[in-house]
């Protein structure tokens, strides 16, 4: 069964920090590519950040360029997502991913739950 579960999320002051996790089993942890997106009420999901199988590739959105990093680590099949200095319009709902390395929600076929994330000012 392909299982992603994100955790990590909740509520931080602007300019914080929040660390989201995401556990993944079967094919999903497999996939070429694992990515986070987030959707805010009212807007499209967007994307967010996108790692390799390997590793050695990875990118950001502009939005979050210098603030966020993806990284995986397969000995426990988990990708992370580090969120630093974090702005109120970085609030959403945040959704782990497995699919090709692509920076669009059709790249990916296997999804979370997903993650509240909200920022105070």
């Known amino acids: 069964q392909v299982q992603l579960v994100e955790s990590g999320g909740g509520l931080v002051q602007a300019g914080g920090s929040l660390r989201l996790s995401c556990a993944a089993s079967?094919?999903?942890?497999?996939?070429?590519?694992m990515g986070w997106f987030r959707q805010a009420p009212g807007k499209e999901r967007e994307f967010v950040a996108a790692?390799?199988?390997?590793?050695?590739?990875?990118y950001v959105a502009d939005s979050v360029k210098g603030r966020f990093t993806i990284s995986r680590d397969f000995a426990k099949n988990a990708v992370y997502l580090q969120m630093n200095s974090l702005k109120p319009e970085d609030a959403a709902v945040y959704y782990c991913?497995?699919?090709?390395?692509?920076?669009?929600?059709?790249?990916?076929?296997?999804w979370g739950q997903g993650t509240q994330v909200t920022v105070s000012s």
């Open positions: 790692i390799s199988w390997s590793g050695d590739r990875r």
């Open positions: 079967g094919r999903a942890f497999s996939s070429p590519a």
């Open positions: 991913a497995g699919g090709i390395y692509g920076g669009n929600s059709y790249d990916y076929v296997h």
